[in-house]
Nanobody, 118 residues
Framework: QVQLVESGGGLVQPGGSLRLSCVAS????????MGWHRQAPGKERELVAR???????NYADSVKGRFTISRDNAKNTVYLQMSNLKPEDTAVYYC????????????WGQGTQVTVSS
């Protein structure tokens, strides 16, 4: 079974930066579409960023120009570099992966808390 483990969350001041990491195991990482979602208290989980197996990226409008998603297939790891953080970025951030193609499966990590506050 595929497992995803996030790390790198924490407390950061507005305008600061943080890098999240997600290490995958149990699957063929290089062919998976990987992504980051987040969920704030009282709100639905939302897509933050995605990166395809071929390196194509897309971002939520709210984070464009501030966040960068990347992957290192040799390390089975996907990253989310977050810059110019805002209080509204405060949420639990979840890593996810999907094989795509004929598969409908989606895998989720347990999440890591990001708090942006002065």
């Amino acid at each position: 079974q595929v497992q995803l483990v996030e790390s790198g969350g924490g407390l950061v001041q507005p305008g600061g930066s943080l890098r999240l990491s997600c290490v995958a195991s149990g699957g063929i990482f290089s062919i998976y579409r990987m992504g980051w979602h987040r969920q704030a208290p009282g709100k639905e989980r939302e897509l933050v960023a995605r990166i395809s197996s071929g390196g194509i990226t897309n971002y939520a409008d709210s984070v464009k120009g501030r966040f960068t998603i990347s992957r290192d297939n040799a390390k089975n790891t996907v990253y989310l570099q977050m810059s110019n953080l805002k209080p509204e970025d405060t949420a639990v951030y979840y890593c996810n992966g999907a094989p795509g193609g004929s598969s409908t499966l989606t895998y989720w990590g347990q999440g890591t808390q990001v708090t942006v506050s002065s």
